[in-house]
């Protein structure tokens, strides 16, 4: 009898633990005021499903809160029981175009982009979380110094820019040719780039700088 109920409160803990939210595609910079595409999981487990949400944080060394920037909630059910199964959503978040650059912060502050899951009406949280960078432009001119990347194909690209299979990056960076960050996509062997418009753009990786043309 004894052995039955450690088994039912192990099970009923372990259920108790098993609400999660993972961010799908994280990426390691924006700009102010670029629209980032989140791709988020979630999984309430037993519990009643609340909200999901998304925020740009400021933190210090000690990761107390500075300032938060822009929180959005794409999922907002607050009204009566929700669906406790595994779920996904993909929604944009624009950054706060007032966000400072991340070399502006006070020495040992840092951005953090978090994804969170409230639950059991509001009486449990979790997120996912990554650092970021915010960096408002950067310099073309220094684009000449660094190494002509050519490893990826069509150019000029219509919609789907492939990358030879040697090419080893942990971020790929679209850039137009004011210097502004328009996409940043983790490491894969292809990019959309279909809703860029028509003109010239740089690719920036861990290999180099690559110039290519959007028709």
């Known amino acids: 009898m004894k052995k039955a109920t450690l088994i039912s409160f192990l099970f009923t803990g372990f259920i108790g633990i098993s609400q999660s939210i993972v961010w799908n595609n994280p990426i390691a910079a924006v700009t102010p005021g670029q629209t980032i595409t989140l791709d988020v999981s979630y999984d309430s487990g037993s519990e009643d499903f609340f909200y999901v949400g998304v925020l740009l944080r400021e933190v210090d060394a000690s990761f107390n809160i500075v300032k938060d920037y822009n929180q959005i909630f794409p ?27 991340s070399s502006a912060l006070p020495t040992g502050n840092q951005y953090l982009m978090i994804v969170f899951m409230s639950y059991n009406n509001d009486g449990g949280f979790v997120n996912d979380n990554m650092p970021v960078t915010v960096d408002s432009t ?18 000029p690209v219509k919609d789907i820019i492939h990358f030879n299979d040697n090419v080893v990056s942990k971020e790929y960076r679209i850039i137009d040719i004011t210097g502004r960050i328009i996409k940043s996509i983790n490491a894969q062997k292809t990019i959309n780039v279909e809703e860029l418009t028509t003109g010239s753009y740089f690719i920036e990786t861990e290999k180099g700088i690559g110039k290519f043309f959007k028709i």
């Open 138 to 155: 950067l310099s073309i001119g220094d684009f000449d110094t660094k190494e002509n990347f050519t490893a990826f194909y069509p150019n």
């Open 75 to 101: 999922i907002n059910e607050s009204g009566g029981q929700q669906p406790n199964s595994q779920s996904n959503v993909t929604f944009n978040y624009t950054v706060d175009d007032t966000a400072p650059n």
